[in-house]
Structure formats: C-alpha cells, structure tokens
Antibody, heavy 122, light 110 residues
Framework: QVQLVQSGAEVKKPGSSVKVSCKAS????????ISWVRQAPGQGLEWMGR????????NYAQKFQGRVTITADKSTSTAYMELSSLRSEDTAVYYC???????????????WGQGTLVTVSS | EIVLTQSPGTLSLSPGERATLSCRAS???????LAWYQQKPGQAPRLLIY???SRATGIPDRFSGSGSGTDFTLTISRLEPEDFAVYYC???????????FGQGTKVEIK
C-alpha cells in the first residue's frame, strides 16, 4: 500500500519561497512519477508539474515555469516542490500524487498526499 | 492546451436519484488518459474512474464512466448520502507532458 505523507502547513511572506515535501512509503519510489497539484480556497484542482525520480526529469505547467522546482531524493523516497516569488494568489493547499501507468496504457493519479496548506500573507 | 469543461456546475439531487455529469474537451482526448476524481471537503481527491470507464479499486458499481473523443460522462446510478461531493475530470496530454482538470461539478443534496 502506497502512502504519501506531506510536510506541515506553512505561512510565508510575499516574495519568499516555500518548499513542501512528500515522503513515500510502499512500492518502489524510483519507479514512481510524482505530480504536484494545488487547490486555492474554494477553487478547483490545478496541475503544477511532475518528476520522474528514476530519470531525474521534471516537467512543469506553463503557468508555473520559472517559479516552481520539483525535485526528488531517491535515498529518502521524498519528492519536493519549491515555489518562489510567492504572492497572495499562491495561498492554496498543495497536494502530491503518484502517477500510475498500468499495463494497458492508462494513466491516472492513484495515491494522494494529505495536502499542505501554504498561506501567503504579509 | 486542452481545456476540459464540466457541466453542470452544480447538480441538486436527492438520495436515490441518478446523477449524470459531463466533461467536454476542447479537442480529442485519448480515453486511456481520461480520469474522474471525487473530492469531499477537507480531503484529498480520490480516484473513481480511469481509462474513461474503468472503476478504481474499491469504487462501488453505481459509479460508471463512458465516452470518447471530446465527450465523457460520469454516471452515479443511485445517489447514496456519501456521494454528495465535488467531481473532477482530468486528462493527460503528452506533448508537452501535462495534465489538466475540469473546473468540477458539485453534487449537492436537494
């Protein structure tokens, strides 16, 4: 059973950065792809980017290019999402999720972290 | 970028009724890459349907997905009290690799 446990809530000043962690257990972390999704208060889900730890390759949504960095530490089975130049609109719950590719070629997010609330306020 | 538009925004129904949720894509989407999620307040999303029509592990058979191309549907045959939630469709595009979500449909108790 895969479990994703995220770091705790953060309060940040505008212009600063935040780094959220997502520690995986169960399964083989190196074979995962981890995506990050955020949800502003009362809003929908927004994909931010993903990392393939075994390859060390990350891809980002165009909206966040240049402001988000997603990394992974295979030794600790932990993925990280760092968002810089924070503004009030970045106040949201940030989720990590495992991307699963099954043998028939389907693709979906099967396990999710519990979410991390990031509040950006002066 | 493919845009997913879900309708209606809110669906007001009573327990026992049938719910039909729509997800329309701005261009054709591979069925293999179309998924549906349920989200309850204060919780992370939960996978319901993948590959447009396959139920995820542990999902009751009152949930079904259908569709292809640009039009996809999530049907809840008979609403149970625990089904009142927000539902999102999601698709994956490979060039460049990216996922998008619909804006969500809230199923509320009438």
């Amino acid at each position: 059973q895969v479990q994703l446990v995220q770091s705790g809530a953060e309060v940040k000043k505008p212009g600063s950065s935040v780094k959220v962690s997502c520690k995986a257990s169960g399964g083989t972390f190196s074979s995962y792809t981890i995506s990050w999704v955020r949800q502003a208060p009362g809003q929908g889900l927004e994909w931010m980017g993903r990392i393939i730890p075994i390859l060390g390759i990350a891809n980002y949504a165009q909206k966040f290019q240049g402001r988000v960095t997603i990394t992974a530490d295979k030794s600790t089975s932990t993925a990280y999402m760092e968002l810089s130049s924070l503004r009030s609109e970045d106040t949201a719950v940030y989720y990590c999720a495992r991307v699963y590719y099954d043998s028939s070629g389907t693709l979906y997010f099967d396990y999710w972290g519990q979410g991390t609330l990031v509040t950006v306020s002066s | 970028e493919i845009v997913l538009t879900q309708s209606p925004g809110t669906l007001s129904l009573s327990p026992g009724e049938r719910a039909t949720l729509s997800c329309r894509a701005s261009q054709s989407v591979s069925s293999s890459y179309l998924a549906w999620y349920q989200q309850k307040p204060g919780q992370a999303p939960r996978l319901l349907i993948y590959g447009a029509s396959s139920r995820a592990t542990g999902i009751p058979d009152r949930f079904s997905g259908s569709g292809s191309g640009t039009d996809f549907t999530l049907t809840i045959s008979r609403l149970e009290p625990e089904d009142f939630a927000v539902y999102y469709c999601q698709q994956y595009g490979s060039s460049p690799p990216a996922w998008t979500f619909g804006q969500g449909t809230k199923v509320e108790i009438k």
